[in-house]
């Protein structure tokens, strides 16, 4: 299997609910994103990892936790999410971690908060 | 206002038509994406520019840094590039990237 996968597909829970999100790129990459997209807005990114360590949380709340076990796979975990949290979340990754190099997108993961 | 903005926000063409998708940015740069996002999310990378001009098959890219513009042109437009386009600028110096809003594609037959 090639490029950038994402499971599940698609998740629905409950707010009281814990759940993960997982990413996994078979690219060699050496950075990885989380992103989301909610409804008539704009991609926004979330996280960062560049060689597994965190280089960029933009100011996402603690309710979202992510875990970069190792290059090829990352972890968002979800725990007392809010109906606002409802959206598509992105998984992508890039070969170089200095910022000019395409990145490569997952087919996300459609959740639903209720 | 979003540092970057896309125009227009929806599109509808007949086949063969040829399309212009507009992204404007206030930020510095020091490339720009272009995205194509089909039905059920996944995004495919189309160009990533820093300068001048990018063809691939029916695809073109162009960007002017002076004027902080950049254009998607698709050639012979076919259905099947229905579509959400999406402009992405690299933010200089950072890895962060800032997205337009998207512009959605609709080729009829």
């Known amino acids: 299997e090639t490029g950038v996968t994402q499971t599940p597909r698609h998740l629905v829970m409950g707010m009281t609910n814990k759940k993960s999100l997982k990413c996994e790129q078979h690219?060699?990459?050496?950075?990885m994103y989380w992103y989301k997209q909610s409804a008539k807005k704009p991609l926004e990114l979330m996280f960062v990892?560049?060689?597994?360590?965190?280089?960029e949380n933009n100011s996402v709340p603690s309710r979202f936790s992510p875990e970069c076990p190792n290059s090829s796979h990352l972890f968002l975990h979800l725990h007392t999410l809010q109906p606002e949290d409802s959206a598509l979340y992105l998984c992508?990754?890039?070969?170089?971690?200095?910022?000019?190099?395409?990145?490569?997108f997952g087919p996300g993961t459609r959740l639903l908060v209720l | 206002k979003n540092e970057v903005e896309q125009s227009p926000q929806n599109l509808t063409a007949q086949e063969g038509e040829f399309i212009t998708i507009n992204c404007s940015y206030s930020?510095?740069?020091?490339?720009l994406h272009w995205l194509q996002q089909h039905p059920g999310g996944g995004i495919v990378s189309l160009f990533m520019?820093?300068?001048g001009k990018k063809k691939h098959g029916r695809l073109i890219a162009t960007i002017n840094i002076q004027e902080k513009h950049s254009s998607l042109h698709i050639t012979a437009s076919h259905p099947r590039d229905s579509a959400v386009y999406i402009c992405?600028?690299?933010?200089?110096?950072?890895?962060?990237?800032?997205f337009g809003q998207g512009t959605r594609l609709t080729i009829n037959p």
């Open positions: 992508a990754s890039s070969h170089g971690t200095q910022g000019r190099e395409t990145q490569y």
């Open positions: 690219l060699g990459h050496n950075a």
């Open positions: 990892y560049n060689f597994k360590e965190q280089t």
């Open positions: 930020v510095g740069i020091s490339a």
């Open positions: 520019l820093s300068s």
């Open positions: 992405a600028a690299r933010v200089e110096g950072a890895q962060k990237l800032v």
